[in-house]
């Protein structure tokens, strides 16, 4: 099996290099094990690039993630970095890199694995058994309109404008995404806004609902404002298949939703463009948990949503799905073995360090493709 597919991987910040170098040691084992050979560049995003070249993300950088068949990145953002100007901070790296690779769909599966139930902080029968994906509108709404700024009006007081806008086009090609995948799911798509109160949120349902009608009627679409949304998510997350909603609701649902899983350690995300004349689809990478400074460099993170997000990678890049699979079910056979990083473990269960996860994950990839 030759891939030779190009990957960037971009650690970024806090505990990304931490779960990074797990991935890495993953890449590896498939290397050497599966004859899975990738063309691995390294670079810097983020606090690391501000660091390095005074930028969270260099032209050359963006240049090679374009370029690239996969990108996969750590965590950018950190204290160190937290008083720099606004349009300078590690986070914007990112988002640039969204913008200009235009990945438009963030893809943010929620699973419960079994082992996990009691780990979350909802009730068992409420999480056991959950499968549930957030589709995120990536590249517009309120984190990219304009007009957007602070400035200081004549009587000395300021004034902040983020301009929340989405277009129909915008629109659409999210929510196609997301009527595809509830197709190889269980048929159902939720979407979400806030067309109470917004216009955007008005658009967004009625171009959701054409787009339905018109060509993927045997799709069960509901919709639902956000806050409600918001509330179902803990009362009862079992009732969602597909959630399609915009870029800043999906920001917070997704975190929400995560904490269903047991921990934000546990999730992963893949953001995608769209498919080029060769077939080639843009697409980036990340765990969903941030950089977490208040654990870096400890080597007590968990690399589970990294490792994972790599397996999205094999899926949705590679079409490399029984790869995937594998990788996924070690994850699984891990868990139910009992091995937990701290933020997995319950008071007074014993805890692995990053690197003890990863040699886990290692070894049971190893019993796997022995069975
Ligand atoms: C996420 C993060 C980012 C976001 C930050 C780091 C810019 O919270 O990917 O969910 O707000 O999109
Ligand atoms: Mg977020």
């Not at 029968?125 to 509108?137: C, F, K």
């Not at 602070?150 to 009587?155: A, F």
């Not at 609701?249 to 904490?259: H, K």
Request: charge should be negative.
């Amino acid at each position: 099996m030759a891939a030779n597919k190009k990957l960037l991987i971009l650690p970024g910040d806090g505990i990304g290099p931490e779960v990074m170098a797990e991935v890495g040691r993953v890449i590896d084992w498939f290397g050497s094990t599966r004859a899975l050979r990738f063309e691995v560049e390294e670079d810097l995003v983020g606090g690391a690039a501000i660091d390095a070249h005074g930028v969270p993300v260099t032209d050359a950088t963006v240049a090679k993630a374009m370029a690239a068949d996969a990108v996969l990145l750590g965590a950018v953002g950190g204290p160190k970095w937290d008083d720099l100007p606004f349009e300078c901070k590690p986070e914007r790296g990112l988002l640039r890199l969204r913008k200009d690779m235009a990945l438009y769909a963030n893809l943010r599966p929620a699973i419960c694995f079994a082992a996990l139930v009691s780990a979350s902080t909802l009730k068992p029968e409420v999480v056991a058994g959950l499968d549930i994906m957030i589709v995120r509108e990536l590249t517009g709404g309120v984190y990219f309109g304009t007009p957007r700024g602070i400035e200081t009006l004549p009587d000395g007081t300021r004034r902040a404008i983020n301009t929340q806008v989405y277009t129909t086009p915008e629109i659409r090609r999210v929510a196609r995404v997301a009527f595809e995948l509830a197709r190889k799911r269980r048929g159902k798509v939720c979407s979400v806004e806030k067309a109470n109160v917004m216009e955007s949120g008005v658009l967004w349902r009625e171009e959701v609902q054409a787009l339905h009608d018109a060509e993927y009627p045997d799709v069960a679409l509901s919709h639902m404002y956000a806050d409600n949304c918001a509330m179902q998510l803990v009362r009862n997350p079992k009732q969602f298949d597909v959630i399609v909603t915009d870029n800043l609701f999906g920001d917070l649902l997704s975190d929400e939703a995560a904490m269903l899983t047991g921990s934000l350690g546990m999730l992963p995300s893949a953001s995608l463009g769209d498919a080029d004349e060769t077939g080639r689809r843009r697409a980036l990478y990340e765990p969903v948990h941030g950089s977490a400074p208040d654990i870096a460099g400890q080597g007590i993170a968990n690399p589970i949503a990294c490792v994972l997000s790599f397996a999205m990678m094999l899926r949705y890049s590679l079409d490399l799905g029984a790869e995937a699979d594998l990788v996924e079910n070690a994850v699984r056979a891990v868990l139910d073995a009992g091995v937990r990083t701290a933020d997995l473990a319950a008071p007074g269960e014993k805890t692995v360090s990053t690197r003890e996860m990863g040699d886990a994950l290692l070894a049971e990839l190893d019993r796997q493709v022995r069975a």
